[in-house]
Structure formats: structure tokens, C-alpha cells
């Protein structure tokens, strides 16, 4: 008898399990790495708007406490706060001179919608010296 040459039909089976396995496991780890970068993307314009208005803010001359909110085109919208920080402020002295200038605490928050429940925010927060308002 000749020696056969070719596969049998278990080991073409047990070829396309692996195979199919192999393929399975690609697969999924091509769409987490899409589901990955569609988040970034989402999380990388919530930082350029919240730099930008944190930039508008910081580029004021005079400082006015106060908030404001607002909408942008793409379902993202921000809450904006600026405030007295007197606790950033030294005074420890112990004359009883007014100071001219004043510490300010910016924040900058940008919302947008993860899914029905949910919102995602990128907050930025910082400290600005300015004069201080008049009493």
C-alpha cells in the first residue's frame, strides 16, 4: 500500500477551530482599540474647549467673579466660575493694610453625553492674581 499524503477530517477541524479562535480574538481587539480611540477623541475636544475658555478667561484684564454656562454646537456645554480665593492668599500679616490685588480661582468644566445616564467632564482649575474689586 501507498502512503497516503493529505489530512484527515479531524485535523482540518481541529485547523479551522483554531483558525476561527485566532480570527475571534482579532477581531475584538480591532474593536476595543475603535470603541478606545472614540473615546479620546471625544475626551481631546473637551480639553481643547475647556483650554479655550480658560484662555479667554485668563487673557481678561479685570477679573469679575461670577459663572456662566453655555452650549456648543456639538452637544458638549460648559460651566465656567470665577471666585475670590481668599485662602490662596497670604495674610499672615499682622498690619491692617488692604492689599490692591487679589487671588481668583478659575474653573472650567466641560460636560458632554456618554450614553442615556451619564455625562462625561474634563475640569480645569486654576489660580489667577488680579486687582481686587471694589467693596
Partial sequence: MRASRGFTLI???IALAIVGIGVTTVLQ???????????????????IYARGLLDDV?????????????RFNDG???ERRVRLA???TDQTSDLDVQSEIAMYEIEVTVLWPRDET???TYTLRTLRVGQ????
Fill in 58 to 70: 485668563m487673557a481678561r484684564s479685570e477679573m469679575v467673579p461670577g459663572a456662566d454656562q453655555g
Fill in 86 to 88: 481668599p485662602e490662596a
Fill in 29 to 47: 481587539l480591532f474593536s476595543g482599540g475603535l470603541r478606545m480611540e472614540a473615546g479620546a477623541s471625544t475626551r481631546a475636544k473637551a480639553v
Fill in 118 to 120: 451619564r455625562e462625561g
Fill in 132 to 135: 481686587r474689586p471694589p467693596q
Fill in 11 to 13: 485535523e482540518v477541524a
Fill in 76 to 78: 458638549y456645554h460648559y
